[in-house]
């Protein structure tokens, strides 16, 4: 009996080893390299002249595609506003949804197109907990003869949850959840997504300080979730999935700790019989 509870906890620390070294990196994660393909950029015309911003897919299917951002992306009746997808295709879009107190929006495209929908979190984010900022800075576009407009050209940034505020954007109404983050944000990242390692949405990057370091803010994805069931749009939560390597995982550990129970009892009957 010793011999299979000694032989079971080194089955258990192998694959635990293994689900840990595949989930470290000294890099930027899978997942959010991954979920950068659901960022895109959006462009707003007013009458003398274009801003830009950024924005995710919340929604996608043959019937509807979602972006959620910033309402200041698009605030301000403007003459048309543009979603780029890359460098060939750009779709209009209008606005289904919006909430000036909470500073966010929901765009809908002017046609389907099959993009993958992001998972939004609805798990407390932390203090400390590492994130990561993917948009399109209006400034990075000098480092090119052209202006960003895929989602390969996205800039990310990282840090951490520096800590959580709450913060009020308008004159009315009640205070908004606030990540306070140290990566780096500027003009063009508003609206895009502040990811956490597993690649799902935590926050809407909005805020910077000017003459500050390292001291920006995202609107909490609580935030956003709370917009998108008071106007009935679906979404994707933490709460519809489970990784797949940790499923595989346990199923495998499982298995494992199964065929030992079996062959140890088998051994122990024959030394009996014997």
Not at 44 to 62: K, L, P, W
Not at 76 to 95: C, Q, R
Not at 156 to 175: E, H, L, Q, W
Request: net charge negative.
């Amino acid at each position: 009996m010793k011999k299979f509870v000694a032989l079971s906890f080194v089955l258990v620390m192998v694959l635990t080893m293994h689900i840990s070294s595949t989930q470290a990196t000294d890099s930027v994660p899978d997942k959010v390299m991954q979920a950068k393909d659901s960022v895109v950029r959006i462009m707003t015309e007013y009458t003398s002249t274009i801003s830009s911003g950024s924005g995710f897919v919340i929604q996608s299917d043959n019937k509807t595609t979602l972006i959620a951002t910033n309402y200041h992306v698009v605030e301000g009746n403007p003459l048309n506003i543009s979603v780029l997808l890359d460098e060939d295709e750009t779709i209009t879009a209008h606005i289904i949804a919006y909430s000036d107190q909470k500073d966010l929006c929901v765009l809908e495209l002017a046609y389907p197109r099959q993009l993958k929908s992001l998972v939004l979190n609805e798990n407390e984010v932390s203090q400390g907990d590492p994130v990561y900022a993917i948009g399109f800075p209006s400034a990075a576009d000098n480092f090119s003869e052209t202006i960003a407009k895929s989602s390969d050209e996205a800039t990310i940034t990282d840090g951490i949850v520096s800590a959580t505020r709450k913060v009020t954007t308008t004159i009315y109404g009640s205070p908004v959840n606030i990540l306070q983050i140290n990566a780096d944000i500027n003009p063009g990242n508003s609206g895009g997504p502040l990811f956490n390692k597993a690649g799902e949405v935590v926050g809407i990057n909005t805020y910077g300080i000017l003459d500050s370091q390292g001291i920006n803010g995202a609107i909490e994805i609580g935030e956003l979730i709370t917009l998108l069931s008071d106007n009935n749009i679906s979404f994707k939560t933490t709460a519809e999935w489970t990784p797949v390597p940790i499923i595989i995982s346990t199923a495998v550990l499982l298995v494992v700790v199964t065929i030992v129970i079996l062959t140890v009892r088998k051994k122990k009957s024959l030394t009996e019989i014997i």
